[in-house]
């Protein structure tokens, strides 16, 4: 049973919202940012630019920075690529991350 408080300034039951899902289209996105990347693994050098543009900015969501210092776990020990597809398309740490799609702009090109 998921867990119920009740409503401010009633005696009426309300249901906690569970956890959403990732939309599909960003599961598709994903699939596609770490295609390209296992093609071409040089270009893990942007994800990181684009983790340390976001870092520089004090002002953004608690949300972005604490998906970044998640990634920067998995950066932490090597660029493995297959690591960071596991943990970015897991449920814990993953979930949080794609929220954030602009952490990977810039890797498929549109040409």
Same mark, same amino acid.
Do not use: C, W
């Given at each position: 049973?998921?867990?119920?408080?009740?409503?401010?300034?009633?005696?009426?039951?309300?249901? /906690? +919202?569970?956890?959403?899902?990732?939309?599909? @289209?960003?599961?598709?996105?994903?699939?596609?940012?770490? =295609?390209?990347? !296992? *093609?071409?693994?040089?270009?893990?050098?942007?994800? /990181? +630019?684009?983790?340390?543009?976001?870092?520089? @900015?004090?002002?953004?969501?608690?949300?972005?920075?604490? =998906?970044?210092? !998640? *990634?920067?776990?998995?950066?932490?020990?090597?660029?493995?690529?297959?690591?960071?597809?596991?943990?970015?398309?897991?449920?814990?740490?993953?979930?949080?991350?794609?929220?954030?799609?602009?952490?990977?702009?810039?890797?498929?090109?549109?040409?």
């Amino acid at each position: 049973m998921p867990p119920v408080y009740f409503k401010r300034g009633s005696s009426l039951l309300r249901q /906690r +919202r569970s956890n959403r899902a990732t939309p599909a @289209q960003h599961m598709v996105y994903f699939e596609q940012v770490f =295609a390209e990347l !296992r *093609l071409h693994p040089e270009k893990i050098a942007i994800v /990181r +630019r684009n983790i340390a543009e976001f870092q520089s @900015q004090p002002y953004l969501k608690q949300g972005l920075h604490t =998906a970044i210092d !998640r *990634l920067l776990l998995v950066f932490e020990d090597d660029d493995d690529i297959e690591l960071l597809y596991r943990q970015v398309m897991s449920d814990d740490i993953g979930q949080r991350v794609r929220r954030y799609p602009l952490i990977s702009k810039g890797i498929i090109s549109n040409l």
